[in-house]
């Protein structure tokens, strides 16, 4: 059993559509992130829920919308996607509260491209 | 400010040869260190960490670094590379600030595994 699956695999839309990206874990962990790779493989967070409660939003745009209806899930919603949103976006989770000397666990990424 | 580099983007080494992936962090506390190796098309996934304690900490796959506060490095190194290691490897540094604990990430070594 996958331990981070996430949904669709790859996501290929226009600019302007709205489009979600689901995240499900079945390691019993109270924290879920959301990190956005490159074309240049730079890794960077997004959010971080622990207990569906949001605890880190990294600076990025409203028109992204995480979700979490319950601390197994995390579902990530972009309005209005744009050229640079293209990337391959990464569901991880932690079995704590989120601190800085945890495990992550990633799924398998979600390559979006925008044209 | 915070910051994880990895100085080299590619590394290419013949099967059974010795390799070192190099990793320099800017932090003014001791960090938490990580190494992730990411396969093609997969996510991420944890080799080793270092919190405390012994300075030359074991991972999986074979995989050992060192920790060296007066360089601040935590350098990646395997006495035998397998083909089966060409991958991405990122190093990471989880630090607390803002309130709110943080995992960073280097861009990315590439190894590719000549047989």
């Known amino acids: 059993d996958t331990a981070v699956s996430q949904t669709p695999k790859y996501l290929v839309t226009q600019m302007g559509n709205d489009k979600s990206i689901k995240c499900e874990q079945n390691?019993?962990?109270?924290?879920m992130y959301w990190y956005k790779q490159d074309s240049k493989k730079f890794l960077k967070i997004m959010f971080s829920?622990?207990?569906?409660?949001?605890?880190i939003n990294e600076t990025v745009p409203n028109r992204f919308s995480p979700k979490s209806p319950d601390k197994a899930h995390l579902n990530l919603h972009i309005n209005s996607l744009e050229l640079g949103d293209s990337a391959v976006y990464f569901c991880?989770?932690?079995?704590?509260?989120?601190?800085?000397?945890?495990?992550?666990?990633f799924g398998s990424g979600t390559q979006l491209s925008v044209l | 400010a915070q910051s994880v580099t990895q100085p080299d983007i590619h590394i290419t080494v013949s099967e059974g040869a010795s390799l070192e992936l190099r990793c320099n962090y800017s932090y003014g506390a001791t960090p938490y260190l990580f190494w992730y190796v990411q396969s093609p098309g997969q996510g991420l996934q944890l080799l080793l960490k270092?919190?405390?304690?012994?300075?030359l900490v074991q991972g999986i796959k074979g995989f050992e670094a060192e920790f060296k506060r007066s360089q601040s490095s935590f350098n990646l190194r395997k006495p035998s590379v397998h083909w089966s290691d060409a991958a991405e490897y990122f190093c990471a540094v989880g630090y607390f600030s803002g309130g709110y604990n943080k995992l960073i990430f280097g861009a990315g070594t590439r190894l590719a595994v000549h047989p």
């Open positions: 829920y622990n207990n569906k409660e949001l605890i």
């Open positions: 991880a989770s932690s079995q704590g509260a989120g601190s800085s000397n945890e495990k992550l666990f």
């Open positions: 390691l019993g962990h109270d924290t």
């Open positions: 270092y919190f405390s304690g012994d300075t």
